[in-house]
């Protein structure tokens, strides 16, 4: 994966599970900050990762859908979640609370390029560069700045699964700057929201609360106007809600009069005639962040020489093994308990046979569930992953049983992974599991408060077999599941 450009290593903010005492990929982090194995508190800090380019293959993974026997809400969460969106990308300028260039620009990415006339705001994430700015910048107030770092600092605990929430209210912090509309120079007001994800696009929206329905419950609470420049007819009134449909242009200027799809061809061809755009197609779905600092997990295989710069372990030396070792709990520092074990730290550079040190993350558990399938075949075979003859006789599962919560982890990882080792020539196929069906999921009394909730070994209020059995017989348990 390294040597093909499919692993890579990355500062950027990362999910921070303090339960878990790792980080999390952004597929294992809830609705209200809560971790895929129940601990609550999760926030984002900043740490340097590996990551699986996961992005490489998000055509494949979307196409190859068409192929499976599924349930159709499964592939449904996985076509939204690798979220394909064809559009255009074009640049604002930025100006001060003064209405002076700032000499900055912002990159805002809108499927709907017919709207843009119809822009009366621009909203960036939290963890967008230019909130940073902001609260450092003396030429916004004070209280202004405090607000938007208060704003942020509350924004970013919420996991973007949550901020997606259709049911959430829109709020969000004016940062003071305006930014202008290339194609009518017009001065619009810069704002952050939480709505607004940095995973997606460039991590900046233009708001047209006429023609989306989100950008009008934010311009509605924030009491932002509302412009009408798509309607289902000339002279058709429009209601002060979200027309989110294709039309004819209205008060667009050049393009009135025209149908809103060749509308948004004309303005598309305008801004990238001007180099201010382009047209670009954009992807929910982010690269697969694997690095967790924790001692169980399989070692990356990756060595620091300051001489030779990241090489990756010499084939001829995998797999690394874990060491043995006595501190095997994540410790408060943010460090794998690996990272203070010298033994296994200290080792040779495999290009210049100079002093190196190990990578001490490992890889995230998914990385190795993402191909146990195939280990079953042979589990006893010492010469590789797996005996090629005992894949050739067996091939992948003929049915795979699962839960629906690995829609978008376990399934989407594995099917990755599959298709990266088919590239690789190691295997003869390229989905790992053609046929998928769900059973249901257990729930029982949390002893705490009594809800019905997913049963579960961090909740609580597991009930086991043993104890079912003991009580009811094991034929009615059998029945019964």
């Not at 010499?314 to 006595?326: H, K, N, Q, S």
């Not at 408060?332 to 080792?347: C, H, M, N, Q």
């Not at 990882?413 to 390229?430: E, H, N, S």
Request: with cysteine.
């Amino acid at each position: 994966l390294y040597r093909r450009g499919l692993a890579y290593r990355a500062v950027g903010r990362q999910w921070w599970c303090p339960g878990c005492q790792t980080v999390l990929a952004n597929e294992q982090v809830d609705a209200g900050g809560t971790c895929w194995r129940g601990h609550t508190g999760v926030y984002k800090r900043d740490m340097e990762q590996w990551y699986f380019r996961i992005t490489a293959y998000a055509e494949q993974l979307l196409d190859d859908l068409a192929t499976l026997d599924w349930p159709e809400h499964i592939v449904a969460m996985q076509r939204n979640w690798i979220g394909r969106s064809e559009g255009v990308e074009f640049s604002m300028p930025i100006h001060d609370a003064a209405g002076a260039s700032a000499g900055l620009s912002l990159d805002v990415f809108t499927t709907r390029p017919d709207t843009i006339p119809g822009v009366t705001f621009v909203a960036i994430a939290p963890e967008h560069p230019l909130v940073e700015q902001v609260i450092g910048c003396e030429a916004v107030p004070v209280e202004q700045r405090a607000a938007v770092a208060a704003y942020r600092e509350q924004a970013v605990r919420r996991s973007d699964i949550d901020r997606m929430q259709g049911d959430r209210t829109r709020e969000g912090a004016f940062t003071g700057l305006s930014a202008v509309n290339p194609l009518n120079d017009e001065r619009v007001p810069v704002y952050v929201a939480d709505y607004v994800l940095m995973a997606y696009g460039s991590g900046a929206i233009m708001g047209v609360p006429a023609h989306d329905q989100r950008d009008f419950e934010f311009a509605t609470r924030h009491g932002i106007p509302v412009r009408v420049v798509v309607a289902p007819m000339v002279g058709e009134p429009v209601a002060q809600a979200s027309y989110t449909g294709a039309g004819v242009m209205v008060a667009a200027g050049e393009w009135t009069g025209l149908p809103s799809e060749e509308a948004a061809a004309h303005i598309t061809a305008w801004l990238t005639d001007r180099g201010i755009g382009r047209a670009s197609v954009q992807y929910r779905m982010r690269d697969w962040l694997i690095s967790r600092q924790r001692y169980w997990g399989a070692p990356i295989p990756i060595v620091y020489c300051d001489r030779c710069g990241t090489l990756p372990v010499p084939e001829a030396e995998l797999p690394v093994l874990l060491p043995a070792i006595e501190r095997w709990l994540p410790g408060d520092d943010g460090r794998s308990p690996l990272a203070g074990l010298p033994s296994f730290v200290e080792t040779r550079c495999p290009q210049c046979g100079g002093p190196a040190r190990r990578e001490t993350d490992t890889m995230d558990g998914f990385a190795c569930s993402s191909w146990y399938f195939l280990r079953f075949v042979s589990p006893d075979y010492a010469d590789g992953p797996f005996d090629p003859a005992a894949l050739a006789q067996w091939g992948n599962p003929d049915i795979y049983v699962g839960g629906a919560e690995h829609a978008v982890m376990h399934l989407l990882y594995a099917r990755f992974w599959t298709k990266v080792m088919a590239d690789a020539g190691i295997v003869p196929f390229r989905e790992p599991f053609p046929v998928l069906r769900s059973q249901g999921t257990m729930h029982a009394r949390d002893p705490q408060n009594g809800e019905l909730r997913r049963m579960s070994k961090s909740a609580g209020n597991v009930v086991t077999p043993d104890s079912v059995a003991e009580s009811d017989g094991a034929d009615a348990l059998r029945v019964y599941l």
